[in-house]
């Protein structure tokens, strides 16, 4: 892969993970800053922690437990990542990733994604949670796309295409899911758009973002989708919104990783079980 891991790579940590588990997920979950709580609904469950997978990378921020957790939710075999890899880490893109590459040769078909993002469109609410419809690679636009590099056709096509990347049907579910939950009016739909980080948004930056087309702004989430439809995985995402932008110069709020944990642990019941009734309702 030039850039990325190899395939022989990707093969061998997968049956490493393998000899650890009998679980055989289809479903994989990825658990955003704060939201790793769903984790515990887990049944039956095998833990592996990411310093004992080869060629894992660490999870050093804080919310990211660095855990594998393999088992049961709601009556489907899934694999949870609680903790993901960030670019502003000082990981590269492509190995940010390497997680979603591994679920793939793990058998996992299906991919939800989760994230803590903040609010550009000026209807939404602190706690709201936002179905990503779209997204707006701002990395991969300047050049830091995570599929840059010697593609190998074994994963995926040299040239994606990606206007179809978030699943409508899951999208759909999720809205049927929420509606059921009585969560349909904290539910909203629209575009996360993902900058490097680790600095949260000037009031410029966060205008440029919105007039961009950006409903919710992020430090993660793209790159994984973009590595799952590579390798023909159906994917869905959600996030949630943790902290509204300035957009104006007379309501500057200052952000901290501390006040998304607290909403994150605020939210955390009604996103788990959103979640979880999505899960449920999934075919696989
Ligand atoms: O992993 P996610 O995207 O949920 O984490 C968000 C973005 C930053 O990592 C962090 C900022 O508080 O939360």
């Known amino acids: 892969m030039g850039e990325g891991p190899s395939y022989d790579d990707i093969q061998r940590i997968s049956a490493f993970i393998l000899m650890r588990t009998e679980h055989r997920p289809k479903l994989g979950i990825v658990c955003g800053s704060g939201l790793g709580g769903l984790g515990e609904l887990v ?13 894992f990378p660490a999870s050093t921020v804080p919310g990211h437990m660095g855990k594998l957790v393999f088992g049961i939710l709601k009556g489907k075999t899934v694999v949870l990542m609680r903790g993901r890899f960030h670019n502003y880490e000082g990981y590269p893109m492509w190995k940010t990733t390497i997680p979603i590459r591994v679920m793939k040769a793990l058998g996992v078909q299906t991919l939800f994604l989760t994230n803590a993002a903040g609010g550009l469109n000026p209807n939404f609410n602190v706690g709201d949670i936002m179905i990503i419809r779209d997204h707006i690679d701002l990395p991969g636009l300047t050049g830091e796309c995570v599929l840059r590099g010697a593609n190998d056709e074994r994963f995926g096509p040299r040239f994606l295409a990606t206007v179809d990347t978030y699943d409508r049907e899951l999208s759909e579910l999720a809205k049927s899911a ?15 758009i993902m900058i490097g980080g680790p600095t949260f948004e000037t009031v410029a930056e966060s205008k440029l973002l919105r007039n961009f087309g950006g409903d919710a702004v992020g430090m993660s989430t793209v790159a994984e989708s973009i590595v799952g439809r590579h390798m023909g995985m159906r994917v869905f995402g959600m996030s949630l919104i943790t902290d509204m932008c300035s957009l104006s110069y007379d309501e500057k709020k200052c952000t901290t990783h501390q006040d998304v944990l607290a909403i994150g642990e605020k939210r955390a019941g009604d996103l788990q079980k959103l979640a979880s009734l999505i899960v449920e309702k999934m075919t696989l």
Not at 44 to 54: H, K, L, M, R, S
């Open 43 to 55: 049944e039956d469950a095998n833990v592996i922690p990411y310093n004992e997978i080869p060629m």
């Open 178 to 192: 929420a509606t059921e939950l009585g969560l349909h009016e904290i539910l909203r739909e629209g575009t996360y």
